[in-house]
């Protein structure tokens, strides 16, 4: 997949809000952390505004990312922050201009619906990174992280063995994102094709019976069959009904891909944390599980 364009000091960086709504309060140290990455920081016209939960309406949350796609002067959009929001734009979006310059596209949970979009429809890679109001409570290492791959710099990941890995090695194409999300967008125009690709998945507040069912979903769209490689990050803050399911979300995941002969590897350092590691969603990667597990992007 293409890569965009390697930002310096100096560039401009956008911040628009395609979710929930967010304040200057919760905005104001990711923006002094970008400007002392050498950054200029454009806000969103209606970053700001409130529709209920949202941060402004459809029709002023599209109209701020389409104009930070179309500046020629922005080098990447960074995504306020989740919620729900980003699948009532993304049928409103042009990306014409976009396909002809590529920049980052930072975000991660709710920004799943544009990292599988653009990932599957333009192939050009995206950053599934923290977001402006993760910055204060982000570990430096999850920021840092951030900042290498904007500035151009190689990303490789060394990360703890989880007792429930299956182990071996594969290479290709990492893809995914929120498993909610990526769930939500089965039999849209913004499905992932899967096929031979390494899966990321990872979520946040869900019941364990709902885990399996997208598990499971997934598994019936043949979207499991034939990775090259799946890896789960965060499954964090879990619920559980009065009668307990009776596994961990990794235990169902487990479950759900054990008759497949792919590694697989559980608790990678992304999603729903502190320390939110940086994946570059189509980038290519190289997947070890052993007993040590490592992580590189080629």
Not at 20 to 42: D, H, T
Not at 52 to 61: A, H, L, P
Request: aromatic share 8%; net charge negative.
């Amino acid at each position: 997949m293409e890569k965009p364009a390697t930002l310096k000091k100096g560039d401009k960086v956008a911040i628009v809000s395609t979710a929930r709504k967010i304040s200057e309060e919760e905005i104001r140290p990711a923006i002094e952390v970008l400007n002392k990455w050498g950054l200029i920081v454009v806000l969103g016209e209606n970053l700001y505004n409130e529709d209920n939960q949202f941060s402004g309406t459809t029709v002023q949350r599209t109209s701020d990312f389409q104009n930070a796609l179309d500046d020629e002067m922005v080098k990447a959009v960074f995504c306020a922050r989740g919620g729900y929001g980003t699948v009532k734009i993304i049928d409103e979006l042009d990306f014409s201009k976009f396909i002809k310059d590529p920049k980052w596209i930072v975000g991660y949970s709710d920004v799943t619906v544009l990292h599988n979009h653009i990932n599957e429809n333009f192939n050009i890679q995206t950053l599934h990174a923290t977001m402006p109001i993760n910055f204060p409570t982000n570990t430096n290492e999850s920021l840092e992280s951030l900042k290498a791959v904007l500035f151009g710099e190689e990303l490789s990941y060394e990360f703890e063995a989880h007792q429930l890995n299956k182990k071996g090695t594969a290479e290709g194409i990492l893809v995914g994102g929120n498993l909610s999300i990526i769930y939500s967008l089965t039999g849209t125009k913004s499905q992932l094709n899967t096929s031979g690709k390494i899966l990321f998945i990872e979520d946040l507040d869900e019941y364990l019976y709902h885990v399996d069912r997208m598990m499971m979903n997934l598994k019936r769209a043949g979207m499991l069959e034939e990775l090259s490689g799946l890896i789960v990050g965060g499954m964090s803050g879990m619920n559980d009904n009065d009668i307990p399911y009776g596994k961990t979300a990794n235990e169902i995941i487990l479950d759900t891909v054990s008759g497949y002969n792919y590694p697989v590897c559980f608790d990678f350092p992304a999603g729903h944390l502190d320390d939110n590691k940086t994946l570059i969603m189509g980038g290519k990667v190289a997947l070890n599980v052993g007993e040590n597990c490592s992580l590189k992007f080629l």
